[in-house]
């Protein structure tokens, strides 16, 4: 722990399509504060940031959009075909993430972090950690997730993974090497084992400790965060819940666990309510929230989101949406009691936080609102 007094840092790392960010969320699930990188490279070239006019300096003001951001796609066509076009926009960005992600580890109450990044071992990030994790996946299945998951031709596929550096080099630097071929529960097994061989104290990292408690009517409601082993009991509610509508496994639970968490309440230790949740680049998404019908509404909501919040925060997210269908008035007031306010995408002001709500809005949902903290990483200049 030379880096970092009283931290133990987890570089994690692997060619694209291989798991890193499955393994990363599996990490935060046991206990770490994760960091997406390659998330953070996105926010300093957004418009006010460090690196906005550094990278219209360099590559030209033909990639600012009407609203007066860089344009994304064009960059990154730009750059995946020019080797010195993608040196150049690294010599920009790297140094403002390590910045950004030294101030997050700073930040970071957890003794366990981890940085995700594709060019961790290029970089300086490198430099900062104590245990370096590297996924690992047949080029067949990256080939095949991207082709499934992001809508690529086979040869756009292997074009982009042959962009990238070796993946035998990046397993032979590696402490750990996670073998990630698809199967969910395989990869939580040996995500889990991997913790807590290497990581300092992971015995009692994985422990599910009980947050937030109110008392009702019926009972004390506790709100806590589940874990994967609660697989088949969110399953079994969400069918409930939906009357069928979302037909849940425990495997497709296990499956979310990758992308996502679950917020549980309970009451005498039977599951009543639950919110399924996640904070990536520091933004907090809400997505599908479930309470029992018999239960004090106001009670039940606001115990559950206000565990929702306090685990954002210490995730350090700076703001929270949280996306609801078929509001009546009773529930707006309830929602603005508990500081949300409707919006809309374009109206939230920080690219990042427009990004998340642009992708996880959906038809017939209203956008809620909230901030969380007001000093930012990557702030405008």
């Known amino acids: 722990m030379s ?12 060619n694209i399509a291989t798991g890193k960010s499955v393994v990363r969320r599996m990490l935060e699930h046991l206990g770490a504060y994760t960091i997406d990188a390659d998330a953070l490279t996105h926010r ?7 690196g906005y006019q550094q990278v219209i300096d360099k590559f030209g003001k033909w990639l600012v959009s009407k609203d007066g951001e860089i344009d994304r796609s064009k960059l990154g066509n730009l750059v995946f075909h020019d080797r010195d076009a993608m040196s150049q926009l690294e010599e920009i960005v790297h140094p403002l993430v390590r910045q950004a992600s030294e101030i997050l580890i700073q930040r970071a109450s957890q003794p366990v972090v981890v940085i995700e990044a594709i060019k961790l071992l290029e970089g300086d990030l490198r430099k900062v950690c104590d245990s370096i994790w590297v996924t690992n996946a047949p080029q067949e299945i990256q080939v095949e997730r991207l082709i499934r998951k992001r809508g690529f031709t086979r040869d ?5 993974i042959n962009m990238q550096s070796a993946q035998s080099a990046k397993v032979a630097i590696a402490n750990i090497v996670i073998t990630n071929t698809g199967s969910y529960d395989s990869l939580w097994k040996q995500v889990s084992a991997a913790w807590k061989d290497v990581v300092p104290g992971a015995g009692a990292a994985d422990t599910e400790t009980i947050s937030r408690k109110s008392i009702t009517p019926t009972g004390e409601v506790l709100a806590k965060r589940g874990k994967p082993k609660n697989s088949a009991a969110i399953a079994e509610f969400i069918t409930r819940q939906s009357k069928g509508k979302r037909r849940m496994t425990a495997e497709n639970v296990m499956e979310d666990f990758g992308d996502k968490a679950y917020m549980l309440l309970q009451i005498d230790g039977n599951l009543v309510g639950l919110a399924s949740w996640q904070v990536e680049n520091l933004v907090t998404r809400t997505t599908d929230i479930f309470l029992e019908e018999n239960l004090n509404q106001r009670k039940a909501l606001e115990t559950l989101i206000n565990e929702v919040e306090r685990a954002s925060s210490e995730l350090q ?10 509001e009546d008035p009773a529930q ?7 500081g949300y306010e409707r919006r809309t995408p374009e109206t939230l002001g920080v690219q990042a936080w427009k990004d998340a709500a642009t992708e996880s809005t959906f038809t017939g949902s ?15 200049i």
């Open 3 to 14: 880096n970092w007094p009283g931290k133990f840092v987890i570089g994690l790392t692997g």
């Open 44 to 50: 300093t070239y957004s418009r006010g940031a460090p």
């Open 156 to 160: 756009r596929a292997l074009e982009r």
């Open 317 to 326: 997210s700076e703001a929270s949406l949280i996306f609801t269908v078929n």
């Open 332 to 338: 707006e007031m309830l929602w603005k009691n508990l």
């Open 366 to 380: 209203t956008l809620l609102f909230k901030q969380l903290r007001q000093e930012r990483v990557l702030r405008p």
